[in-house]
């Protein structure tokens, strides 16, 4: 059966690609961008299929008006994909009070005020399943993006809560985190903070780890995403990428490691019991 899809952050990248290969399969799609003419070729090729919108996610108001014009359209929303973000490149001291509040504007409130307008909605279907495009950073950390790896920290804890909150509901919940892909989110939808020189030779050695071979390709995400949203128990995490799992995998061997070294530390802290 074809599902009705909303998915923030349609104009470029992952919400693009995701959005054309549902609307190919027969699925309908509510593709949300800043800039309407960002979808003219979906529009083209799928029709009434497509329901372009106008949305910027930092407006609380404008996003619930979104979802209730989508809702009102299409009767209902099966799956909604949080997708809407941006990168903010820089080490954690240079980054302005402006440009911390901005990524977190985006990146976790935007995505914060999408999930708060579709609950009802999906409360009321008694069934939804809220996809949050998250990252691997979201896990782990790596220099130079202190920034989106907090911002990415802070929606996983909002989601797998939200997820023991919502599931008697009929609502589910799934973090997408992916590792780095060949999208436009290292280059034209990046943000580059204001340069302190003492941090050249960390960024010189970031960049110079970001090796093609360690780059995924975005095509290939198409049907881990569609085998993703057509599951009767989706998981609640999924990692996108070989360097993921990996990389996740040995920061919790660490963390874990680090837990038992201090465990009597730890213990005492308690007190009497």
């Given at each position: 059966m074809s599902k009705t899809i909303l998915i923030t952050g349609a104009s470029r990248g992952f919400g693009k690609l995701w959005a054309a290969a549902l609307l190919k399969r027969g699925d309908?799609?509510?593709a949300t961008a800043r800039n309407l003419a960002d979808l003219a070729d979906l529009v083209a090729k799928y029709g009434d299929a497509v329901l372009p919108v106008?949305?910027?996610v930092n407006s609380r108001t404008d996003v619930f008006a979104a979802v209730?014009?989508?809702n009102e359209h299409f009767g209902r929303i099966d799956v909604v994909i949080n997708n809407a973000g941006y990168g903010l490149f820089g080490a954690v001291e240079e980054a302005t009070e402006q440009d911390a509040r901005d990524q977190f504007e985006t990146n976790f409130f935007g995505l914060l005020w999408v999930t708060q307008a579709v609950l009802p909605i999906m409360r009321e279907q008694k069934s939804g399943h809220i996809v949050q495009?998250?990252?691997f950073l979201g896990l782990v950390t790596i220099p130079v993006l202190g920034i989106y790896n907090a911002t990415k920290f802070a929606v996983e804890g909002?989601?797998?809560t939200l997820a023991s909150e919502v599931a008697g509901f009929g609502i589910k919940v799934s973090l997408i985190e992916p590792n780095g892909f060949s999208t436009d989110w290292m280059g034209a939808?990046?943000?580059q903070t204001q340069a302190i020189a003492a941090y050249d030779p960390i960024k010189k050695a970031f960049a110079e780890s970001a090796t093609p071979d360690i780059i995924g390709d975005p095509a290939?995400?198409?049907e881990p995403i569609l085998r993703l949203i057509d599951a009767a128990n989706p998981p609640l995490r999924l990692l996108l990428g070989k360097i993921a799992y990996p990389a996740v995998k040995e920061r919790y061997e660490q963390r874990l490691a680090s837990f038992e070294e201090w465990a009597e530390?730890?213990?005492a802290a308690h007190g009497n019991s």
């Open positions: 309908k799609v509510a106008q949305l910027d209730e014009k989508v495009v998250s990252s909002l989601s797998e939808s990046a943000i290939a995400t198409v530390v730890s213990a």
